[in-house]
C-alpha cells in the first residue's frame, strides 16, 4: 500500500490515478501504436496489460485510529482513473489487490483533492 498523510483533518473530494499500461509493449504491427483504436478487426482480442491494475480499494483513518474501506475498484481496464468521493480524514491509503496477469503493479501518479 501507499499513504498519504496530513498533519489535520481534511475534506477530500476526490482522487485521480496514472496506472501503469505498458505503452512500450509490442502491437499488432511494428508501425502501429499499442492502442485499440489501431487494431485491425481480424486479430484475436487482447486483454489489458498484465501490469495494469485489476482491482484496489481506498482506505481512510478513522478519528478512532481504524483504516476503513471508503472505495473498491473492480475489473478496472484503463490508464487514468477518476474518483470522487466525500471523505474527511487525516491518511488515505491506496491498497492494489491485483493486476492482470502480473504480480507487481505501477503507478505513474496519485493525486488527492482536498
Known amino acids: ?64 485510529g481504524g483504516w476503513s474501506t471508503v472505495t473498491r475498484v473492480e475489473s478496472n481496464h484503463q490508464r487514468l482513473v477518476r474518483l470522487e468521493m466525500d471523505v474527511r480524514t487525516t491518511a488515505v491509503r491506496f491498497v492494489p489487490e491485483a493486476a492482470w496477469g502480473s504480480d507487481r503493479v505501477r503507478v505513474f501518479a496519485w493525486d488527492v483533492m482536498a
Not at 11 to 26: K, P, T
Not at 35 to 61: D, K, M
Open 1 to 64: 500500500w501507499v499513504q498519504y498523510g496530513f498533519d489535520a483533518p481534511v475534506h477530500i473530494r476526490g482522487m485521480r490515478f496514472v496506472f501503469d499500461s505498458d505503452l512500450n509493449r509490442d502491437g499488432p504491427h511494428p508501425c502501429h501504436r499499442n492502442i485499440y483504436c489501431s487494431f485491425p478487426r481480424q486479430i484475436e482480442p487482447r486483454c489489458p496489460p498484465a501490469a495494469l491494475v485489476h482491482a484496489f480499494r481506498i482506505e481512510a483513518l478513522g478519528a478512532d
